[in-house]
């Protein structure tokens, strides 16, 4: 893609003469901030820094498109198993906090240097995240002053760089999309790598083979889980993602998408988006689990409403054959996910979700404005509280959990204003399809440690970053992009 096709001239750039002052400032900070890494962290947080700034430079001397990094960083989240971790760093060690860390240290360099491939004027999600941020490191500097050992430390580390990964993915897709043309694009992607991650477990619900599980790295260990994964007889997927709750979480924000893509393609490509639309329904009741039926339901709630007639009755035609069709291919599956709905009486871990807000309640009433340090309930030492507005509380406090939910809050703002300004069929339902995963992210809060997850956290944050690309290129298309390349000598080629 060429410069003019983005709709702008790239900004000039003055050829660095002499010494090469920017890269030696860039060098000794590099040094100063690893080694900083190194006494806080420990050696593998500093060389992690080390080999993210390596990538986020190299990425500013080739061609290649932003979008098409960002695509590759999607393809990382959904098509890579997220139980794949380096083991010295823990959950903050998984490909998809990697390629997050990575897609940070990638926008903070361009920002810093003022590379003219991102977006310049408003974005509300910078400010959104900017103050999350903030009440973390608030946090953690409240933990310096309760007793903590070294354990706690090194969760609260994770923590950082999770939160690092997590921005950077948001903040690479809300400046780098260039065009309404590339977001579509984005969009596509994560449906077609959802639409695979759907397919890998189907295969490992009806053959019964972890596809993901086989898949070695070096430096890179297969983290397994101790609990059986079996429920009613049924072997529940967990496909990429780390467990079957957040699959189901991860799925039920990727359909409403998958519909939008079906319903807004030509129609010589139609049918294969609505074969990706149902693999991804197919997939979610797999996972044998409440969480998926109440992701379908928020979605659902979400975009039918703002759907035409026609599309809503295909959308419930589609669903009642699907379901009559599971009755056959899974005997006994639907009546079980009917069961865990409506018969949850008995169920022992809605009790252990009762029973933690008593727990929950004494280490609220501690540290209630800042909490305790972000990622230092560690599991292993308290317990797992399978909800994440609780363990919020708990490690961000009061001001900490109503920040993070003003990030998701931002990006259901921007949406709406989108859709309500807009006259263009396909930008109303894109904004539309849009909030409904972030609706079932903040939902299904009460059901899992959502941020402790790294393919549902990340992928949240992704969609919140691609509202705010839609915000931004509806609202001040001027600010967008300048050029579509990372490459120096690219941009000096079209300043030529």
């Known amino acids: 893609m060429s410069t003019g096709d983005l709709g702008g001239e790239p900004l000039p750039r003055t050829e ?164 309404m043309a590339r977001l579509r694009g984005v969009i596509r992607a994560i449906v077609v790598c959802g639409a695979g991650l759907s397919a890998l477990g189907i295969v490992q619900f009806m053959l019964g083979v972890d596809v993901p599980g086989l898949l070695k790295l070096p430096g890179f260990e297969l983290v397994t889980y101790d609990e059986s994964l079996d429920r009613a007889g049924f072997s529940r997927i967990v496909s990429t993602t780390s467990h079957p709750i957040e699959l189901s979480v991860v799925l039920g924000m990727l359909l409403p998408l998958a519909l939008h893509v079906a319903f807004t393609a030509g129609a010589d490509e139609r049918r294969k988006w609505w074969f990706c639309a149902g693999a991804i329904s197919f997939a979610a009741p797999l996972t044998v689990s409440r969480t998926a039926v109440v992701a379908l339901f928020v979605a659902f709630v979400v975009i039918l409403p703002g759907f035409d007639k026609r599309q809503r009755k295909l959308i419930l035609i589609a669903g009642a054959v699907g379901i ?55 599991p292993e030492r308290y317990t797992f509280l399978d909800n994440q507005l609780l363990g919020g509380l708990i490690e961000i406090g009061v001001v900490g959990v109503v920040l993070l939910i003003g990030v998701h809050v931002t990006g259901i703002a921007q949406a709406v204003v989108v859709r309500r300004r807009s006259t263009d069929p396909e930008v109303r339902s894109l904004a539309l399809c849009l909030i409904a995963p972030i609706a079932v992210s903040l939902v299904t809060w009460m059901t899992y440690d959502a941020m402790a997850f790294p393919t549902g956290r990340t992928l949240t944050f992704l969609c919140i970053g691609c509202v705010a690309a839609l915000w931004r290129l509806q609202r001040f298309p001027e600010n967008s992009p300048r050029t579509a390349v990372f490459s120096t000598a690219s941009q000096r080629r079209g300043n030529d």
């Open 324 to 378: 009559v069709a599971m009755r056959f291919i899974v005997p006994g599956l639907v009546g079980t996910l009917r069961a865990l709905i409506f018969n949850y009486g008995g169920d022992p871990s809605i009790a252990t979700r009762k029973s933690d807000y008593d727990y929950v309640a004494t280490f609220v009433a501690e540290r209630p404005l800042f909490g305790r340090g972000w990622g230092t309930f560690l």
């Open 16 to 179: 660095p003469h002499g010494i090469p002052w920017g890269l030696l400032i860039g060098f000794v900070m590099l040094i100063g901030v690893s080694g900083v890494a190194v006494l806080v962290a420990g050696p593998h947080v500093g060389v992690l820094v080390v080999v993210l700034a390596i990538i986020a430079f190299a990425l500013t001397r080739v061609d290649i498109d932003q979008v098409t990094v960002l695509i590759g960083i999607i393809a990382v989240i959904l098509l890579l198993p997220a139980r794949l971790r380096i083991a010295p760093l823990g959950s903050a060690g998984t490909l998809s906090s990697l390629a997050g860390s990575a897609a940070f240290a990638l926008w903070a360099w361009s920002r810093l240097w003022g590379l003219s491939w991102l977006a310049t004027g408003r974005q509300p999600l910078r400010i959104a995240l900017l103050l999350f941020a903030a009440s973390v490191l608030a946090s953690d500097i409240a933990m310096g002053f309760r007793p903590h050992d070294a354990m706690e430390s090194r969760g609260a580390d994770r923590g950082l760089i999770m939160l690092m990964a997590s921005a950077g993915v948001a903040l690479l897709a809300a400046d780098s999309i260039p065009s």
